[in-house]
């Protein structure tokens, strides 16, 4: 577990430099963009949990619309990829980091992730495979290593 929280350290200091945006969602759209922009606007990437995110049907960061907003969440999302059980939120998290989210990163922070996510493949496998995410991770996996390389 000590190399684990050593990848969520590297990817603290990777995004330790994004600021956290005055809004997150296009707020003024409608009465559920404006509760998401509020949810996010209202707690930071310390203390944002699963009470609020883990609902993949009522998921704020599916309407953050932009890269910053993402990134400057992106530590907590990594914070919680390492939830098993009931608190796995691996999924979610493999989810919202798609290609268009990779291909805004620096090359530090693809780094840091990809770190992290070959350290969670050896911390949790079991957890990974009967969650049917070991393609996906792998497929991120790959994506972050050619934006490095």
């Known amino acids: 577990m000590g190399d684990l929280m050593e990848a969520i350290s590297k990817i603290r200091k990777a995004f330790c430099d994004i600021p ?4 997150f969602v296009d707020y003024r759209h409608c009465c559920e963009c404006a509760e998401h922009d ?14 609020e995110l883990g609902n993949p049907s009522w998921d704020p960061i599916c309407f953050i619309n932009t890269n910053v907003g993402f990134q400057y969440y ?5 914070r919680l990829a390492m939830g098993k059980g009931n608190q796995y939120y691996l ?11 990779i291909s805004a990163l620096t090359q530090h922070q693809c780094q840091a992730l990809r770190v992290f996510l070959e350290e969670l ?5 079991e957890e ?12 991120r996996i790959s994506e972050l290593r050619a934006r490095i390389e």
């Open 91 to 101: 999924n979610s998290f493999l989810f919202h980091l798609n290609s268009e989210r």
């Open 20 to 23: 956290k945006p005055l809004h």
């Open 121 to 125: 493949i050896n911390i949790m496998p």
């Open 38 to 51: 509020e949810t996010l606007r209202s707690h930071n990437r310390d203390d944002i949990s699963l009470q």
């Open 74 to 78: 992106l530590p907590a999302l990594a």
């Open 128 to 139: 990974i495979e009967a969650n049917s995410n070991t393609d996906e991770l792998f497929q």
